[in-house]
């Protein structure tokens, strides 16, 4: 079956400026994750979603990101008024969110977000 | 605060060495804990998940221990190939995110 999948593969965008990130999990996944990986570090967890609420955002750097949630299927993350520190890799994963200590993240293969 | 260290950050070995990876975390408080591997431009890939009552688990010539008490797990390569050449990283479940260490570069060379 189809994996978790990412739009865009890449994004330039100038400093001060807006984007939208998209996370399509894999179908009847109910938890969702976002991490980043910032060149040379290791992956930030960001925020994780189950089902469409947001039980954990203690990962998100500041208040210009947000993520959204449509039902158990697509997310959204934005980020406004990049800086040029937000450039990374924005990764988002999926898992079944049935707890018992087995819950594999299948992750997608990232947005590359470079801010000019 | 979870910490998750892994070393060697970088190796080099070649082809057909034993090798192994180590992964120490600070809090035994875990679910589970993965191995993952990394290719260059590419998302995760999940190698091997060890639940917090597990001692190992093996898939092919994978094979990834867990001992929660004293913070560690290692994950042995056996006869290495050139397509194991990437970036591996384990990552403890803190209940609702994972922590990852900040990964071990390896290169197996012909």
């Known amino acids: 079956g189809a994996g978790v999948s990412q739009s865009p593969s890449n994004k330039v965008t100038e400093k001060g400026k807006d984007v939208e990130l998209r996370c399509d999990p894999i179908s009847g996944h109910t938890a969702l994750y976002w991490y980043r990986q910032r060149l040379g570090q290791g992956l930030e967890f960001l925020i994780y979603f189950q089902g469409n609420s947001a039980p954990d955002k203690s990962g998100l750097p500041s208040d210009r990101f947000s993520a959204e949630r449509t039902g158990e299927s697509v997310s959204t993350l934005t980020i406004q008024r990049t800086q040029q520190e937000d450039s990374a890799v924005y990764l988002c994963?999926?898992?079944?969110?049935?707890?018992?200590?087995?819950?594999?993240?299948?992750f997608g293969p990232g947005t590359r977000l470079l801010v000019l | 605060k979870q910490e998750v260290t892994q070393i060697p950050a970088a190796l080099s070995v070649p082809e057909g060495e034993n090798l192994v990876l180590n992964c120490s975390f600070t809090d035994s408080a875990i679910y589970n804990l993965q191995w993952f591997r990394q290719d260059p431009g590419k998302g995760l890939t999940s190698l091997l998940l060890?639940?917090?009552?597990?001692r190992e688990q093996t898939s092919g010539r994978l094979n990834a221990s867990l001992d929660k008490s004293s913070g560690r797990s290692t994950l042995y390569i056996a006869a290495s190939q050139p397509g194991d050449s990437a970036t591996y990283l384990c990552?403890?479940?803190?209940?609702?995110?994972?922590?990852f260490g900040t990964g071990t570069r390896l290169q197996v060379f012909p």
């Open positions: 060890i639940q917090s009552s597990q």
């Open positions: 990552a403890v479940d803190n209940t609702d995110k994972l922590i």
């Open positions: 994963a999926s898992s079944l969110g049935d707890w018992g200590g087995q819950e594999t993240q299948y």
